[in-house]
């Protein structure tokens, strides 16, 4: 037995290895990103494959960095951060039991998505994106969290558990080929991170032996940047050690013939913790899938990495680096001047140490030329041309505009123009404002599958209701229906604020959201105030709102058999409304039980005659 447990996990331990090097290209190709990122901008992958830094040929060489790759990459985070994940479930049929689960369906995401701070995590996964080209969410189910159900004689705590997801850099994901497009190609799939021996103990209960792990790091360190006579600082990423720790590896294999519900391997250094199926239930039709969300940036054809915009970026910000030193360097030319001295007709040393101040005294050899100043050339306006051409391939290559610039909008330009302008530049992040919805879809329906597969006791769970209120709910894995996930028509969409506005000032304008009446609801005026900016008003109570809750209840309390009377508060007309609405899509959809035919028939008549009819 030990035998064959050591053979596993040398072969684990063999494709892992093998894994890092076909990603080593890729690898350099994510320092380089964030190196370019953070400011540190002269250094290129070297002849031995790995990252290295570019030294100044010169003492007297200019060496800024005039980043624009992070402020562009600042106005795309800042734009898809606009995406807001707001899930609604489409029910699996009309059945009044199939809608009031996908009901129960949405308050499960919109509970998580509040615990889980799940905004934050996207966004974290956005940057990872734009960066490197590809992020990776893990939604797994931790038996560590949710509520404390019972104690075991030690005093330990038993708790019902939850899901529970983690961002994923690049760094931790090796796929069992790069020529696979997506996670769907893939027969496997190796996790792996550095933990430290203790931090191994408590996951798994075994003990380990730490070594030295290479991991990548920041570092602020001097680097050679600046100019003549400044050092200049720029963080950058490096290889570092990390002492007394292992490196976890997890290997996912998708279902196959010899394993139908597949196969998870997770070796911590070099011993075999777990070896069994893949432990979620979170494919479609209840099959075992990897817990992984990949999401990217721009796709590249043939690859399963994405590709980062700073890829693109990076010869044209080298390009413009060295322009703008150039002329740097000329203007120090000019500025100081290059002097011509006669072999032997001053003291060197001193001119050298001390220069040329102002008001100097000059002593040279008689009979030699005196000292002179070189005129240099004239700059040509190449460099000016060339500038400005780098400067609009930034914005062409980037995906973004210089629309905030008024100098660029002519002042003839009509508001239809500028609108088209507009959706032109949003138009650029398509793609990626794509990606990001998928995984959050994707995120949203493995959410349920987990709670499908583990919630089998009931769990108390709460969100903030609209109109300000918490609403509590129970529920089970049971009661899940339906995983098939879809955004809100307000979440589809990265419009503004003041888009927004305008937008519900024209519907109103129109009358699209008045009632016959020619009058706004509560509900729609309160949703009106939400989505101009102003927040839901919690003193509003919309009672047509709670009367139709009031019949939505009564209709599931008299399809469980028990008999409801008519109150006076009720307002009969919405009340006939949703009973009659309640009988056409469920009493009567099937073959019709007569007693529940009955009880709803009385409990209608009772509101009939209430209403004097």
């Known amino acids: 037995m030990k035998k064959t447990e050591n053979k596993l996990v040398k072969e684990v331990l063999d494709d892992f290895e093998q ?37 100044r040929q010169y003492f007297w060489q200019e060496r800024e960095v005039f980043n624009h790759i992070a402020p562009i990459l600042d106005v795309r985070l800042s734009k898809l951060a606009k995406i807001k994940p707001k899930m609604r479930i489409l029910p699996s049929t009309n059945d009044e039991a199939d809608i009031y689960t996908a009901k129960v369906g949405k308050k499960i995401l919109d509970s998580v998505s509040n615990k889980m701070n799940l905004l934050a995590k996207i966004n974290q996964a956005t940057k990872w994106s734009e960066i490197c080209g590809t992020s990776f969410y893990k939604v797994a189910w931790n038996s560590n969290l949710g509520q404390i159900v019972a104690l075991e004689e030690d005093g330990k705590k038993i708790k019902s558990g939850d899901v529970d997801i983690m961002v994923c850099s690049p760094f931790e994901i090796y796929p069992d080929s790069a020529t696979h497009e997506n996670l769907q190609d893939c027969e496997s799939i190796i996790h792996a991170k550095a933990y430290s021996a203790e931090q191994i103990k408590q996951m798994y209960g075994v003990d380990v032996v730490g070594k030295e792990i290479n991991v990548y790091s920041l570092d602020g360190v001097s680097s050679s940047l600046g100019g003549l006579g400044i050092s200049g600082y720029a963080t950058k990423l490096i290889e570092t050690t990390r002492k007394n720790s292992a490196i976890v590896i997890e290997k996912y294999v998708r279902p196959n013939e ?79 001047g290059v002097l011509a001295v006669e072999d032997g007709s001053l003291d060197i040393d001193n001119l050298e140490e001390e ?52 100098e660029n909008i002519s002042a003839s330009m ?148 028990e008999k409801i009377d008519v109150k006076e508060i009720d307002d009969h007309n919405l009340h006939l409304n949703q009973h009659i609405g309640y009988m056409l899509k469920s009493v009567y959809s099937a073959s019709v039980d007569k007693e529940l035919e009955e009880r709803f028939l009385e409990h209608i008549r009772a509101h009939k005659k209430a209403k004097g009819e």
């Open 19 to 55: 894994r890092v090097r076909a990603r080593k290209s890729f690898d350099n190709q994510w320092q380089l990103n964030m190196n370019f990122y953070m400011g540190n901008q002269f250094c290129d992958v070297g002849f031995g494959g790995f990252v290295r830094e570019i030294d």
């Open 258 to 336: 010899d394993y139908p519900n597949g196969r998870l391997i997770i070796v911590a250094g070099d011993q075999l913790v777990f070896d069994g199926d893949l432990p979620y239930e979170n494919g479609i039709d209840g099959k075992r899938e990897f817990p992984f969300v990949r999401q990217i940036c721009n796709e590249e054809v043939g690859n399963f990495w994405g590709v980062s915009m700073i890829a693109r970026l990076i010869p044209i910000q080298r390009a413009y680096n060295a322009v703008k030193n150039r002329k740097h360097e000329y203007l120090n030319r000019l500025t100081m």
């Open 355 to 406: 220069g040329l101040a102002p008001g100097k005294v000059l002593i040279y050899r008689q009979g030699s030329t005196p000292p002179k100043f070189l005129e240099g050339e004239k700059l040509s306006n190449d460099f000016e041309k060339e500038e400005e051409w780098l400067l609009k391939e930034f914005s062409t290559l980037s995906g973004t505009s210089e629309l905030g610039n008024m």
């Open 414 to 561: 009509s508001g239809v123009a500028l609108e088209l302008l507009l959706d032109e530049n949003e138009s650029r992040l398509k793609f990626t404002t794509d990606s990001i919805k998928t995984a959050i879809k994707t995120i949203g329906k493995q959410i349920l599958r987990l709670y499908k597969q583990f919630a089998t006791l009931p769990r108390l769970e709460k969100i903030v209701g609209e109109n300000g209120d918490l609403d509590v709910f129970y529920f089970r894995g049971s009661d899940i229906s339906s995983d098939d996930v879809q955004f809100d028509s307000e979440a589809d969409n990265t419009d503004t604020i003041s888009q927004r506005r305008d937008m519900i000032f024209k519907l109103l304008d129109q009358g699209l959201l008045q009632d016959e009446n020619g009058k706004l609801s509560n509900s729609v005026r309160n949703k009106v105030l939400e989505n101009i900016g102003f927040g839901v008003w919690e003193t509003s109570v919309d009672l047509n709102e709670l009367q139709i809750k009031n019949a939505d209840s009564e209709n599931k309390k008299l399809s469980l058999g």
